[in-house]
């Protein structure tokens, strides 16, 4: 399994520590500046509800998702590939697309993260956080 969920932060602690890529909601409002989206101090790391891929799962990550997530916006604006140690910003219209890519290349545990994204389209996208 790539992609983990945990119910606690203590949980997660005794899985692997502080090591991990968190995919987490974006619960800023929709018309919230993409300065103060992509900003250090306007995420809250570890959330409950958030997908976590572990460092030792980094590489593989990257493989067979860099194809999904080749849009992210970074914290200094510029967009590209995701930065598995950097914020990365995926804004809510470009879930739709996501999904299609997943049901289309089907990488490896593809569908728990296309039921997460299907949750996402509640929020002002969603960010993955780097390690």
């Known amino acids: 399994m790539l992609f983990h969920t ?11 520590g502080s090591e991990f890529i968190e995919i987490q909601f974006c619960r ?23 997908l976590y891929v572990h460092d030792d799962d980094r590489n593989l990550f990257m493989k067979e998702y860099e194809r999904i997530f080749d849009c992210g916006i ?5 967009t590209g ?3 598995p140690f950097g914020i990365n ?3 809510p219209e470009l879930i739709g697309g996501m999904i299609g890519k997943l ?6 545990d ?3 993260l296309a039921e997460w994204l ?4 509640k929020y002002n996208g969603f960010y993955i956080l780097g390690i």
Request: glycine share 6%; proline share 3%.
């Open 6 to 16: 945990f119910a606690t932060g203590e949980e997660r602690r005794k899985f692997g």
């Open 28 to 50: 800023l409002p929709q018309n919230t500046e993409i300065k103060n989206i992509v900003s250090v101090s306007g995420i809250s790391h570890w959330q409950n509800d958030s």
């Open 74 to 78: 970074y914290n200094n604006s510029e």
């Open 81 to 83: 590939t995701v930065d």
């Open 89 to 91: 910003y995926y804004r």
């Open 103 to 108: 049901r289309e290349i089907k990488p490896e």
């Open 110 to 112: 593809w569908e728990r």
């Open 118 to 121: 299907n949750n996402a389209k």
